[in-house]
Structures are given as structure tokens and as C-alpha cells.
């Protein structure tokens, strides 16, 4: 039946087909399946395609919407299982599952949820005179009292619900991991969030370590809301056994439930209303759908965002809104203001609840009627993700209302929306070979046993992230972590392990080496405010993100408590900077760090786009035909229809050109601040970072002097000197002969990118310590000792595997090297066309690119002014070509 009903690519086995009623009700206990056929109707889609599957042991990826059912499809036949252990006395004092999210909140909503058929099916079968045990299920998490710990120790749960740290941490417990030895199934759940970063790799070698300890195969089932590719998700979960995936069934319901996608604007028009018309207009329109349904969740793309949202909300309508029934959920706000709105929303108290990322996830939020976006949140994943919060009932409309704030907002919305309703998704990519990520693990298995490298290289290369690793990568580690780097001993930096080349064996050293790994385990960087000091007189003036300072580069301009200030120089956890000169424009705005970047996929698509609109425009189609095709295309209204084909006929008019698919539009322009090169390259911000350093070098290598940069999603632009002279196909030459790897590693060696960067790894690699002893150490403290050994380590050993690793995580997971490499060979190969245009003022497309710098909370009415500066010195010039 698997056959006819399935598509197999290699070990994965794509279901089609779901198996009947009868077919997944009849692998339950009879009276598991009383109690579900008491309690619902009928099963979802999840739960038809998967209860057999688990029944019969098999790996199983299940993607499905939220309220899909995927926890009970995973988990009803485990129940069924480990009650019939029970009923024939089988059942041991000892673990047998473990569910693993990336959410503490999520692990407190899964107890509570399995807790009722728990309950309920002991009940139900002790009336039909069958005595069931007790299936006990426990939490442990770094919230779990440690009087809650030794409770575990002395009777430990059947069902564990565990964090992916807590799991690596509870490997080395030596009484207590001696109860994983019978674990027979594990679930991952939110797996989409987890593949895709550093905390996935971490699990994913931990699984493989509790595969190793319990000596026999895991049933694997992994859930997730919008994976794509499958392929790569099964590898992610189930890793590679004899040089090979392991199998897999993979169950996509992704697409069973139905969405509502509207796209609106707060106006009729995005260049013409002013910043307090837009304003005004957009918390109108949000208070009008609040007050039409019973809960709302917003969502906005930064923090402050969401601050101001909620502020001003509460401020036009204090009478409706208040703090009882409207309220911000954010990462900086402390986890008892986050558990109390959850709380309230589970509870239907809510009116409206405005968040940035932190509710995307699946914590159970209750029934939520719509779900609003402000602004682009850069993927069609993401968008879905989101949305898929609303209806929480699976047969539920997932409603999902997307406010456009500016033309390049809209063009993006319109396409992402139909590329949703085209049921495509963008990537997840899983980073490849994190060495600091592997050197605690490595850690943590010296503590078990003695390990020879080729016993250990296996383990490690069935986990898929660490499928290329190569023996020489790994000795190296090896090295670094026995201490054989005798220079850094001066910087109290000892091995952790022991390691015999001669034997190719290693263990572990130490007496502290466990307090150190169970005090420093985890992916999740430690990050605090730094403190900004005003030159000369070094004078305090504020705070910024630690993730905004790693974006700054000497000269940088950015807005601080309404002032404009000149990045100089960082020393640890503090920022110098000195007043900004006259005239001078921000280049990088304060919510930067903040940002999600576009896809790349999606990026493609919009250049599709435009190239299809500029095709219409060329070929002389009136007006009202393209208002009618982007209508019924992309399903949008005809004041959208209108904007947007006022946005295109705007820069085709002015430059007789719009940058389409494959091709790159460079633009030499200014304005009355600065000189531009203005690089019309829609790739995504991550692709766009690697391109701009790249050509920023080239560029100041032929003047010989620094440029400034500014990115974004939709290109970049160089800021130039007055007076320059520079031939772009010789720079456009050259660039083809340049290693972009190399001129990158240089650009970033000395850039607060890489000592923030590097510490991070440090931390993670126990090179710079945490916590020592149970002392906290201060990130301050941690900052300077990183820097120290950087600045030791840099030039005598440029292969050592810390700075490796940050010039990894910084090239391939900050940046996107693989598809800036992409774009610069498909230059090589003449596959993308360069284009150059001279103007002397921006072309409409470049509007926001100039102006990005200043779309800060306080200069949020200059940057609309310049915007309509701009664009009315624009029409005057199309006035004058007509």
C-alpha cells in the first residue's frame, strides 16, 4: 500500500494518501481508542496519516498547521503503547519518551495538554475494570527546582519534556541518564525554528549521543508548521546511518487548512500622506479590526515597533485599551509579563496582543480571530507562520490582514502573498560544521567514557550538520580542547580533555572539566546593553544593542536620544562616538540589527516581478490592462493595483529602465548630502551585506579613500566623495577576478563584527568562560579575554578552530557567502546582466535605499519629507521629458 500510495526519494517516503479510520483507530488499545472516539469526531489529517507509522516505529516528519492536531498524531499511539506496557506489567521505572521544543512555555503547554488523555484514559479504562499505572510526566528544564530534579532521580518520569540544553546537560547527569538507556521514542517539536541555527545543531548531535547511550534505534518524529525542503527537515531529525539518510515518512498537511490573505495600505497614497496622516490612518484601521473581533494578534517586526504600537493605542483609546485587555509580548520584556499575557490570551481576556517574533511560535494562545502584520515579515514562511495563529480550530479560516508602510512593502506583500497562495515556501538551510557547537559535545562525551577519534567521528558524522566533518578538522579541536596551544595558558585558558595522537584516543581531564561543561553548555550567546560615551570628554549619553554595535563600522552615523552621532572606536562593552557634522544623514538606522532579512527565494520572485511590469510598460500597455492584470494576479485591490503601477511608471519614466530578473541596474546619482552608487540588487539584506563589503573594497581600493555603505533588502549603495572618477566596467572586470571568501575574511578581521562574533564562539567553544565555579562571569570580562586571545591567536595560527568558526558563522549565517558567490559567478558567466545608468537625482527605486538611515522613531516625519522631496523633484523631471 506504502508503495502505490507513496513517492520515495531515496530513504525518504513522501505519503500521499492517508490511511482510513478503521486503519489508524485499530493500532490503539481499546480503550485509547474509546477515549478518543468519546472526545472527537473525527481524526485530522495528521493524525490519519500518522498513527500507524508511529504504531509500526517509524521516523516520521509531520507538517501541519497550528491546531492540526500533530501533538496527538505523534503522541496517541506512544500512550497506546506505553499503557499496554502497563497493563501487562512491563512498564519500568524509567524514561521512555522524550518530546523536546525550543520553548520553555511550549514545554509547560504540551504537560498540561497530555495530561488530560493521561487522566482521562486510566479513568475510562478503570470503568470497563482494567487497572491502568499511572504514566507519570515531568518537566525538566532550567526552571525545574532542584528539589524537583532529586524527586526525578528517586522515581523518574515515563514522558520527559525537556529544552534542547536541558537534554545536553542531562546526557552527563551520571545517575540520571542511566533512565535514558530505555528511551524508545523521541519528538522534536517546532522543528522549523530549530534546523535553521546553531541550537538545532546542538540537539541534533544530542540525539545522536542519546542513540548511542540507549545502543538501539530512537523512533524519530519530528513537527514543524512550514518546513521546506521535507528532505532536508528528515535529514536534519534522523540523521545518516552507513553513509546514508535514515529513513523516513514524511507527512505534509501543510496546505489542509485555509487561508484569508488581504493586503491593504493605511492610505490612498504612500508618498503623498505625511508621516502623521499614515500614523493616524494605521491605528485607526487597527483599532476598526480589533473592535470587530474578539482577539487580535499584531505583529510588527522590531521591539520598539511593538512598544509603539501598544503605546499608542492605548493613548488615542485609554477608555477601550488598557493594560488588562492590551499588551506587548517581546524577548526583552521580563518572562512574568510574557507568562501573564499568555495567560490572559489562553484565557480569551485579550483584546489585542502586539508582538514582534516571540508569538510565533506554538504556545497555545487560545482562539484568535485575525492575525495583523505591519509591514513585510520577509518570508512567505514566516507570513504563514504567523497567520496560521488565527483559527486555531483546524477546520478554521486562518485570517491574515498584511499593512503595507511604503511602496517597497508593497511591491514585496503583493508577490509574497501570491507566492503563499502558490503554496511555495522559502529554504531552511541547516549551518554546516559549527566547530564551537561540537566542542561541547565532545566535552560532554569525555566525561562519559574513553573515546577513540574514529569511534567518535562516527557518532558526530551521523549527525547530518557534521556529515563533511573531516578527521583533520576534528583532530584539530581535539587539540585545541586537550590545550596544546601552550600561549593561551597565560590567559588561563587549560584543556579540557586529554588527547593521544599516538593511540588516536581522548577523555576527560580534569576535575572541573564537568562543572564547566554543566555551567557553560548552550548555543544562546550572552548579549547586554553597551554603554555610550560621548568624545572627547568621554561623557555617558545612552545605551545601544550589542547586536546594533556589531553592525557599526568607524564612521557610521546612527541616531541616539534624538542626536546624530559618528561611530569612532569600541573598547569591550563601551562605545565612543563624537557629535555627526552638519548635514550629515544617518547610515544605518536603530532598529538595524533588528530586521529580518527578505529571502532569497522571494527575493528572486519580486525580481520576476518587476521584470513582467517593466515588459508591460515597454510594450506599451496602457494603464488600466496592468491595473486589471496585477488585480486579478495578485488578488490585491485597485487603490494597491494603483500604487504600485504608479511606483514602476514612476522609475521607468524617469530612467527608461527597472532592474528585472538576473540583472543588477548600478546608478551613479547624489543628492545635496552625498554622492552615490546606488547598486539596484534584490537579493535580500544577508546577500546584499557580503556584495556591498565586497564592492565597498574594490571601490575604495580605486580611490583610495573609506566609503560609506548603506543595505537593505532591495540593494545598497556606496556613499562617494564629492569629487571622484571611477570606470565601472573596470570595476565590474575586476571584481570577476576576486575571491570574495578572502576579500571577505579581510574586510571583517578587524570589524566589531569579529570581536563580537568571536566571543560568542569563544563562549560556546569554553575558551572564554561563563560561569566558573558558579560565579557569573561579566560579559565585559568575557569581552576583553576574548579580545586578548584573538588578538594572540590571529596571526600565529590563522586555522585555529575557534576563529575558523566565527569567520564561518559571520560568512555563512550573518552574511550568505554561498549566494553572493552565486550572484558574482553567474556575473562571470554572463548569466546576469549589468546595467549602469547616470541620474542627477535617485531614481525613485534608490528613494528608500537613500533614505534609510533616517527611518527612525524620531526622524520618521524628516525621512517622509525627504521621501516626497524626492519624489516631487522627480515628477518635475518627467514633467520636463514629456
Known sequence: MLKMDSLSENSFIFLRKPFSREESLSVLQPYVRAWFEKNFEDLTPPQRFSLKLVSEGKNVIITGPTGSGKTLAAFLSILSELFKLGEKGELLDSIYVVYISPLKALDNDIKKNLMIPLTEIRKLASENGITLPEIRISLRTGDVSSSEKQSQLKLPPHILITTPESLAVILNAPKFSAYLKTVRWIVVDEIHELASNKRGVHLSLSLERLQNLVGSRIVRIGLGATLHPLSEAAKFLVGYENNAPRECYIVDVSWDKRYDLKLITPVKSLIYSSADELNESLYNILNKIISKGKTTLIFTNTRSGTERVVFHLKEKWGDKYNDQNLGAHHGSLSRDI?????????????????????????????????????????????????????????????????????????????????????????????????????????????????WSVEEALSLIRSCYAYRELTEDEFVSLLRYLA??????????????????????????????????????????PDEVKVDVYRLPNKKFIGGIEESFLERLRPGDIFVLGGKLYKFRYARAMKCYVEPAPKGSSPTIPSWFSEMLPLSFELALQIQKFRENLRNMLVGGKRKLEIIQWLRSSFSVSKDVANEVYAYFKEQYLYTRTIPGYMEILIEKTRDERSNYLVFHALFGRRVNDAL???????????????????????????????????????????????DLESVLKDNVRRTELMKRRFRHCAARSFLVLRNYKGYKISVNKQQLSSQTILNIIEDKDPDFPVLRETYREILQDVMDLKRANLVLDWIKEGKLKIRTIETNIPSPFAHNLIVLGEEDVVLMRDKKKRLLELHEKIMKKISALE
Do not use: C
Open 692 to 738: 556591498s563589503r565586497f564592492f565597498s573594497i574594490l571601490v575604495s581600493d580605486e580611490l583610495r579613500k573609506n566609503i560609506g555603505i548603506v543595505i537593505s533588502d532591495t540593494g545598497f549603495a556606496l556613499i562617494l566623495p564629492r569629487s571622484y572618477n571611477l570606470d565601472l566596467q573596470k570595476l565590474i572586470e575586476k571584481s570577476k577576478l576576486m
Open 483 to 524: 590545550g596544546e596551544y601552550v600561549e593561551l595558558e597565560d590567559r588561563k585558558v587549560y584543556g579540557k580533555i586529554w588527547f593521544d595522537p599516538s593511540d588516536g584516543t581522548f577523555g576527560r581531564r580534569g576535575k572541573y572539566t564537568r562543572v564547566i561543561y554543566y555551567l557553560n553548555i548552550g548555543a544562546i
Open 338 to 450: 510574557r507568562l501573564e499575557v499568555e495567560n490572559k490570551l489562553k484565557n480569551g481576556q485579550m483584546k489585542a496582543v502586539v508582538s514582534s517574533t516571540s508569538l510565533e511560535l506554538g504556545i497555545d494562545v487560545g482562539f484568535i480571530d485575525q492575525v495583523v502584520q505591519i509591514g513585510s515579515p520577509k518570508s512567505v514562511s514566516r507570513a504563514i507562520q504567523r497567520i496560521g495563529r488565527s483559527g486555531h480550530g483546524f477546520k478554521d479560516v486562518a485570517k491574515g490582514i498584511f499593512i503595507a508602510m511604503d511602496r517597497d512593502d508593497l511591491v514585496e506583500l503583493m508577490v509574497m502573498l501570491q507566492e503563499a497562495r502558490s503554496r511555495h515556501l522559502d529554504s531552511i538551510e541547516v549551518p554546516k560544521k559549527p566547530l564551537d557547537i561540537l566542542a561541547q559535545h565532545v566535552v560532554g562525551m569525555s566525561l562519559t567514557k574513553k
